[in-house]
């Protein structure tokens, strides 16, 4: 079950007594909770029968004690354990699971991970109540995932847009709607977001970023590729060179596996890159100008300085010399 018809079961007011919410996708556990703590019961009705309690801090039996009290005043009591996998003896959760209170609506957010599934606690929730599992979004539904958050907020946006901030930001998806919320508050009547509105109300350059730095190297302008690297270096939140080689890394490796199909023409392509029409631009100018071995190549050096990065074989260049370094590489040596 995704988060949306879970969330429209508990607006029908069909609940199960147990939920265990956990995964590595924090974002879907988060809009889960949230709806939780501030909708399913009145505010009337939570100032009695809501209880919150934080893995860190809270003792299993205090838990325990809260889930078998029965509502004040009203239908269902709604029980909370946020941060559940730093919760000490989870295990002991088990007796009331076994037989839990229908009046009590206990709901386990374990995040960062799944809760080992071989555990009895986890067979008993998924025998009297739920268990939702929020997964990382795979990078192939990214960007279609982007359009969809910018469409629920009633705006249209530009694909390099997407981009851009698909590969500055990454599958972070907290950030991603936390960065859409500010700019739906400042575009001032605008329905559309283009590049200038990332850059102004986000701080991503449209000009110096990850996106513009793949074109670069695609093209084989190196004094473009110098200017974006020397603009990371001036501005280091922009692009650490971690996030920027495991970018580049993603991209190439398309390059790569596009060699294994039957042609490299734009249709063939644009599934490969979730036809996105920059990207698609992009990788026939690689194919163009690198062909297999050069890629190949690319793929090595990006390798290499990846373990240099992490002082595997180097004494501590800056990350902005490693980036410019390889950078020459890929471009100018044969």
């Given amino acids: 079950m995704s988060a949306d018809k879970l969330i429209a079961s508990w607006k029908k007011n069909s609940f199960k007594p147990i939920y265990l919410l956990h995964g590595e996708e924090d974002y879907y556990i988060d809009e889960l909770m949230q709806y939780a703590e501030h909708q399913i019961l009145s505010p009337s009705d939570a100032s009695f029968n809501l209880t919150v309690f934080y893995g860190k801090d ?99 946006i530009s694909s390099k847009s997407v981009s851009l901030l698909q590969e500055s930001i990454g599958n972070d998806l907290s950030r991603i709607v936390n960065e859409l919320d500010k700019l739906s508050i400042n575009l001032a009547g605008k329905t559309r977001i283009d590049e200038d509105d990332i850059e102004k109300f986000i701080g991503i350059s449209k000009e110096y970023n990850i996106f513009e730095l793949q074109a670069a190297i695609a093209n084989k302008d190196l004094a473009a590729a110098i200017k974006i690297v020397n603009y990371f270096e001036h501005s280091p939140k922009a692009a650490p060179i971690q996030m920027a080689l495991g970018a580049l890394y993603v991209f190439f490796s398309k390059i790569y596996s596009a060699y294994g199909l039957q042609n490299t023409s734009e249709a063939a392509l644009k599934p490969l890159f979730y036809f996105n029409p920059n990207a698609v631009k992009q990788a026939q100018a690689m194919i163009k100008n690198y062909g297999y071995a050069g890629t190949e190549k690319i793929l090595l050096l990006l390798h290499h300085y990846n373990m240099k990065s992490v002082g595997v074989g180097d004494s501590g260049t800056e990350s902005a010399s490693l980036l410019k370094e390889m950078v020459v590489k890929i471009i100018v040596a044969p």
């Fill in 58 to 156: 809270a003792e299993w039996t205090s838990i325990v004690n809260a889930c078998r009290r029965y509502p004040m005043f009203a239908e269902r009591q709604v029980v909370l354990l946020k941060e559940a996998q730093m919760l000490n003896g989870i295990e002991k959760l088990e007796a009331y699971i076994e037989n839990p209170l229908s009046s009590t609506i206990f709901i386990i957010g374990y995040k960062g991970k799944k809760l080992d599934g071989r555990m009895k606690i986890s067979t008993l929730i998924n025998k009297k109540g739920e268990i939702f599992e929020s997964k990382k979004i795979a990078d192939y539904n990214l960007h279609d995932w982007i359009n969809e958050q910018v469409k629920l907020k009633g705006f249209q």
